[in-house]
């Protein structure tokens, strides 16, 4: 064993040491960015970038399932990223299916795919339904939400769509939905209907900004920023990242 590895894990073992079960999230949400620099770097193309990006998910499911998270959420896949080179999406694309599929297959997890799965190719949709509906009865109770075709804007869009429809289809007007709405009518047509809010955001590769991912639920959640990239993203960043979200004060924007 090389000696970093050796200090590594004393490292991590105090970490982990320090941390709380009482002052962890109950939700964690991950922006996996940094997979294409990742790449690039390491000399490697771009659909091994992607690959080694989507088997970080796996560690990264393990590690938040001993510390008891209840519910974690991927952004593999946003709207903007549909505008990129069609080769590049399909690798994306190709990453993301086998992915879904190996999670669903590994029996633990309970997969639910959030995002407008009507602008991704119907052979691929039809593939990431599938696991997420095989994964219904896996055992462990942890939720695992994969963003594909996800933008922060589209979701709302989706969401006040869906309420106009429904409160249409009750006879109600235009005046009279908006008398009445509330905040919380808006929450039940979002694709985490019923799903707590994230308690901690993570966002890889060094960008500081949430590019859109949970708009809506992320109002009160903790955001960590780290400078790995995705596929680099070792447990001793996520056991600081968890260390430092114990650390903080939460004030619910007050």
Known sequence: MAVSDLLYGIYERR????LDPAHLPRHVGAIVDGNRRWAKDAGHDLRSGYQAGAAKVDEFLEWCHELGVGTVTFWVLSTDNLQRDPGEVDSIMIAVEDMVDRLADDGRWRLNLLGSLDLLPAESVGRLKRAAERSANNGSSMQVNICVG?????????????????????GRTLEQVA????????????YTKGQPDPDLVIRT??????????????VHSEFYFCDALWPAFRRVDFLRAMRSYAARERRYGT
């Open 15 to 18: 970490l982990s040491a320090q």
């Open 150 to 170: 996800y933008g922060g804007r589209q979701e709302l869009t989706d969401a006040i769509r869906s309420l106009l429809l429904e409160e249409a289809g009750k």
């Open 205 to 218: 590769s060094g960008e500081q900004r949430l590019s859109g991912f949970l708009l809506w639920q992320s």
């Open 179 to 190: 008398d009445t709405l509330e905040v919380d009518h808006i929450a039940e047509h979002l």
